[in-house]
């Protein structure tokens, strides 16, 4: 398979059929977006599934988090306390928002933010929390609820790893003040392009319908200052479809992940994230840690199987407070256990419909160099 390309993941589809045949009514219609009658379906749909009181659906996730800071109405210049630990938008979004990212160092075993280092960071001028649930991996939500309440500060969490994720038996969206989630074409259920905001205030609905439309309120009247944020109805179509198959897509990719596990947790220098038996998970990712005692470095290891056609991806080098754009401003931040990981961690491919014999070849070219 050296010839073939093998990418950390690849987007879920329904069948060509399945899709040609639920946009044919677009061609009656030619109602395209402004929120027709397949975006209203989906947000209806994934209340349901999500199981939460308020749904806001929005043309990607990075959108859906930045217009939920704002729509929280925190003074420019606020501080907002947040994982280096994650993609770039997270923390873009605090930043376009005018309020000061606060980075806390993240947890070795789960990559998710320390808790414990968060009180510490806490001023007169924090306004609320960003956590992620990087990889899934559930952040301790009980610990960062009571620090908010204590402190009366926001919480907004990163869920765009965690659709369909339920810890304790409650759906990861009901937790905070408001969740975030990614439709993007590389996550377990994707729109081609899509997000939503979710929580429970129907006001933060009103207020984010428009943010995102406008605040466009009738044919003659704005009444706010506004985006352009909606997803569009062939998008909603894709979501529809994926919706109807995105459980056999977790159940695929949990089958993929035990296998890994099997596999590769034996193996000297290779280590695996905890994870919490409470918590029902959705298997988006597969990272690894690469240990010293493995004879290649993260790096070695990462160009080895790129050479062998799998392509892995160094989730999340550099930190998001260590990247370009920040011009170095961050790089004194104490963020020692969040730097130890950005060198260490490797995400092997892992998509529904991956055929065994490709498992197979990711599993035996890293047991080879072992």
Known sequence: MKNEKIFVTKSS????????EAIKPLWDTHWLTNMGQYHQE??????????????????????????????????????????????????????????KPVFCDVKPEDGTIDETKIEELITEHTVAIVPVHVYGNVCNVEEIQRIADKY???????????????YKGKKIG?????????????KVFNTIEGGAAVFSDHRIYETLFNLKNFGIRGEEMVTEVGANAKMNEFCAIMGLCNLKHVEGAIACRK????????????????????????????YGYYPILIEKDYPLSRDELYEKLKEQGIHTRKYFYPLTSDQACFKNKYRSVSLGCARELAKKVLVLPVYDKMEAKTLTYVIESIRSNS
């Open 13 to 20: 589809m329904p069948d060509y059929e399945e899709y040609i």
């Open 174 to 186: 009901n937790f905070g003040d408001a969740s975030i989630f990614s439709f993007h074409a590389t």
């Open 152 to 166: 009366s500060l926001k919480v907004i969490y990163d869920a765009a790893h965690a659709f369909g994720v339920s």
């Open 42 to 99: 989906l947000e209806q749909k994934l209340k349901e599934y999500l199981g939460v009181r308020e749904l806001s659906l929005m043309v990607n996730g990075h959108m859906a988090l930045e217009l939920t800071i704002q729509a929280m109405g925190f003074p420019e210049g606020a501080e907002v306390i947040t994982t280096p630990f994650t993609f770039i938008s997270t923390t873009h979004a605090i930043v376009r928002n005018r309020l």
């Open 255 to 282: 089958d993929l992940c035990e296998e890994y596990d099997r596999q590769l947790r034996n193996v000297p220098g290779i280590k695996m994230f905890e994870t919490k038996p409470e918590v029902e998970r959705n």
